[in-house]
């Protein structure tokens, strides 16, 4: 079973940047037809997707609501998943899963076969 364990959460003041990174385990490199995301989920909401790198070809996708602010990169060699995060707002608060698609790009969470068990971000003043 791929595991993945994200790190980089913390409490930050409004504007701030964090980066969030996402470490995941397996056997052999089997990425290359996945996409690699993270999602985000608030306390009495569902969980929203956030961006999605596709592995093989490194083409990404955002949530509209944070395009221009966020990154998401990755290094293959190191089984690496990055999301950097700038311009921090407080409705950005939320615990942030690192997850896998079962091939290719999607913003729908039940197309992710594997998730971290989170990481927490706090954007406050």
């Known amino acids: 079973q791929v595991q993945l364990a994200e790190s980089g959460g913390g409490l930050v003041q409004p504007g701030g940047s964090l980066r969030l990174s996402c470490a995941a385990q397996v056997s052999g490199r089997i990425f290359s037809s996945h996409g690699m995301g993270w999602f985000r989920q608030a306390p009495g909401k569902e969980r929203e997707f956030v961006a999605c790198i596709r592995w093989g070809v490194g083409n990404t996708y955002y949530a509209d609501s944070v395009k221009g602010r966020f990154t998401i990169s990755r290094i293959g060699a190191e089984n690496m998943v990055y999301l950097q995060m700038n311009d921090l707002k407080p409705e950005d608060t939320a615990v942030y899963y690192c997850?896998?698609?079962?091939?290719?790009?999607?913003?729908?969470?039940?197309?992710?076969?594997?998730w971290g068990q989170g990481t927490q971000v706090t954007v406050s003043s």
């Open positions: 997850t896998r698609t079962r091939r290719g790009y999607s913003t729908l969470a039940a197309e992710y076969d594997v």
